[in-house]
């Protein structure tokens, strides 16, 4: 379309602060989404734009506009998908959501919202009761001269004319300045508009104070209502300070509620039908939140309970091998420092809102809205440890939970936790929550599905639900020790509504079970034979494999001929499998003492006895030709052998056969696994006198 010449100006215009003055009706929102276009065209991106209007449709409609004008752009296609959550919003909204990401550096409580005008209307109606009281006790002169020009029986109507230019020049950039213009074109005497400014400045000077004042020692505001003509009601609306009403009473079954009388007098200055008192019962209820859940989620299929959090699934393209196309090479597995291939390596997170259906539309919440009935944009929802369940968890001894609920530490914990990345320098860190929820005003207000009508944003202020809980790691190979120790265990968690400090209210406990990523298969084929020159060797490189949390097989080496096993290489890596240590050191027998023979002798059912004097069992790394192994050559290792050798060269040969029992630790990612007393024959050898 055509533009003026002015507004090609303010498309084009860059490399300073501009200020664009415009009627209505002139194309402003027109202007902006051109020059928002012709930005993205110079390169930047949408979600680095901040785009600030000051009401919420014309939020909404630039969304729409800016979403409509790159789809006609192939270029711009990736970033459609960024429109919704970029900083598109009103002023109120953004200022918000900054507010609420920064309340612990300034110091607010998390229990904040954006006034009501109701609210306000109330404490600007204290400031100026207080004010005409000051006025009254002074018998100041000039504010006497004022009520006798502009009232007539009482002072009602010079207050509400006060008011109303207070919030007509507060809409200016210099308030006192457009008053003092307005000044020269009154015909008003002077004392009159001294009076007048006094006022203001009053009223300007006492409202911080008053605002604190109102909110920490007032227990009940109220306010008129105004009526359909615009006329003051005997309708009242009230605010409670929060001190006031306390911590709601807990009624059980996630009812809670407390019942309040407020006795309210209404004045007659006139002296003609006498003072009026009023009665009203109030109580004040917490909705009950009723949930619908995704059961593939759950223990056993059924929501509320346990909800399992698994290892993330391997993905060929974005986790396989980033040096040869995601096919499964020949590799050395090197560990402790030195990097791998691949992509990517195990995580174990969850979207914990992945467990619930908002049931109008049959799928998971896609913002609060969704998610939780009836709350408003001083509420807090977010999902959190529960230590006060711990004691019921031996293994959580020690463990603590931050002040906000949301990071879970092995010894103490911080007040408030805000980084989320998988790999921590902080070994102490277990696990992290991070709720990402809100809705705009829109949402909030014009869903067909939702019974209320909220015209105000929830949480973030962007429409947009989930609740990661994730295990911490050291680096890509090992999660932090806080983390490992929960593998295959349970947390308790509970999703909690707070509505302010004194009502954070529950509204639902269940526990998350970390799956355990791997379990350990095999067996150490063959049998050592006693007194063999250089020891007898029994390969173990291809006697242990694993098995992962869902069937699919792990191994050292590719064994694409088994079931399940087309990854196996790649997952070895992939959950960081390690340091294979075979515990030479506690290796036990089939050999007990017979007192009828004074002697050490194989026992069937024994498991306990000791190696022969002299004997021992060591790992080892070294090569094999068709099933002969390079013995001259073999060197002794610590973790990770290729073979075990037995030794038994000092002139006393075993003279029975016997059996030996040998426990295996493997080292992964996320823990240990153990195979403990694996059975493995010892022969006596053939040139003894009991071997011919």
């Known amino acids: 379309m055509g533009y003026t010449q002015a507004q090609q100006k303010a498309i084009n215009a860059r490399g300073h602060n501009y200020v664009v003055s415009a009627g209505a009706g002139s194309g402003k ?176 000077m006492y409202a911080t104070k008053w605002k604190e004042e109102l909110k920490n020692n007032v227990d009940l505001l109220f306010s008129f209502l105004k009526d359909a003509q615009d006329n003051t009601s005997y309708n009242l609306v009230w605010a409670m300070n929060e001190k006031t009403v306390g911590t709601l009473k807990d009624n059980k079954d996630g009812n809670y509620a407390s019942k309040f009388e407020i006795e309210v007098e209404y004045i007659d200055e006139l002296g003609t039908v006498g003072n009026i008192i009023q009665k009203f019962n109030q109580e004040i209820v917490v909705p009950k939140q009723e949930f619908a859940y995704q059961g593939t989620y759950w223990k056993n299929g059924i929501g509320e309970g346990t909800f399992n959090v698994n290892p993330i699934v391997f993905n060929t393209a974005e986790d396989s091998w980033a040096n040869n196309n995601g096919l499964t090479p020949d590799h050395t597995h090197e560990y402790n420092g030195t990097d791998c291939a691949l992509q990517d390596y195990s995580h174990i997170s969850a979207d914990l809102v992945n467990g619930y259906i908002y049931k109008p539309e049959n799928a998971k919440p896609t913002n609060l809205a969704q998610f939780i009935k009836y709350i408003r944009n001083c509420a807090d929802v977010r999902f959190v440890f529960d230590q006060s369940r711990f004691n019921k968890y031996d293994y959580l001894a020690g463990y603590n939970v931050s002040a906000d609920g949301i990071s879970l530490w092995k010894g103490a914990a911080p007040t408030s936790w805000e980084q989320f990345d998988y790999i921590q320098t902080d070994k102490t860190l277990a696990a992290t929550i991070q709720n990402v929820m809100g809705a705009t005003a829109e949402t909030n207000k014009d869903s067909k599905f939702l019974p209320w009508n909220f015209d105000e944003t929830l949480g973030s202020t962007n429409d947009e639900c989930t609740s990661t809980i994730r295990l911490h790691e050291i680096d890509k190979l090992n999660g932090t020790p806080a983390a490992q120790a929960l593998v295959g265990k349970s947390v308790p968690v509970n999703l909690v509504v707070e509505y302010n400090s004194y009502n954070v209210i529950p509204v639902q406990e269940f526990e998350v079970f970390f799956i355990d990523p791997l379990s350990i298969d095999g067996a150490i084929k063959g049998n050592f034979v006693d007194a063999e020159i250089d020891g007898s060797f029994l390969n173990v490189a291809d006697g242990f494999n694993f098995t992962d949390w869902n069937g699919n097989k792990v191994a050292a080496q590719d064994i694409k001929d088994v079931k399940n096993g087309e990854y196996a290489h790649e997952l070895y890596d992939y959950y960081g499998v390690h340091n294979v240590k075979f515990l030479t050191d506690k290796v036990t027998t089939s050999l007990s003492y017979d007192a009828a023979t004074n002697t050490y002798k194989h026992t069937e059912g024994v498991k306990d006895g000791k190696l022969p004097t002299n004997a021992s069992l060591k790992q080892m790394k070294a090569t094999e030709a068709n099933g002969v192994v390079d013995k001259a050559n073999a060197e002794k290792v610590d ?54």
């Open 639 to 692: 973790k990770d052998p290729t073979h075990l050798a037995y030794f038994n060269n000092n002139g006393t040969p075993v003279n029975v056969d016997y059996k030996m029992y040998i426990s295996v630790e493997v080292a992964h990612k996320w823990g240990v696994l153990k195979k403990e007393a694996l059975e493995v024959n010892v022969a006596k050898a053939g040139g003894t006198p009991s071997g011919k």
């Open 29 to 204: 929102t027109t202007v902006l989404s051109e020059r928002v276009l012709k930005l993205l065209n110079d390169g930047v991106k949408i979600n680095r734009m901040l785009i600030l209007t000051f009401t919420n449709n014309a939020a909404a409609n630039m969304k729409e506009r800016i979403k409509k004008m790159m789809k006609k752009e192939p270029k711009f296609q990736d970033q459609i998908k960024l429109v919704d959550g970029a900083d598109i919003s009103t002023f109120d909204a953004y200022n918000q959501k900054l507010v609420r990401k920064y309340r612990a550096y300034l110091g607010i409580e998390s229990d904040f919202s954006i006034a009501e005008g109701s609210y306000i209307a109330a404490i600007k109606r204290k400031i100026i009761e207080e004010i005409f009281e000051e006025k009254y006790a002074l018998n100041d002169s000039d504010f006497l001269e004022l009520l006798d020009r502009y009232t007539v029986g009482d002072d009602e109507s010079i207050k509400n004319l006060i008011i109303s230019i207070y919030d007509a020049i507060s809409k200016t950039i210099d308030p006192f300045a457009s008053l003092e213009k307005a000044k020269e074109l009154a015909k008003n005497k002077s004392s009159v508009e001294n009076a007048y400014k006094e006022v203001f400045s009053e009223l300007s």
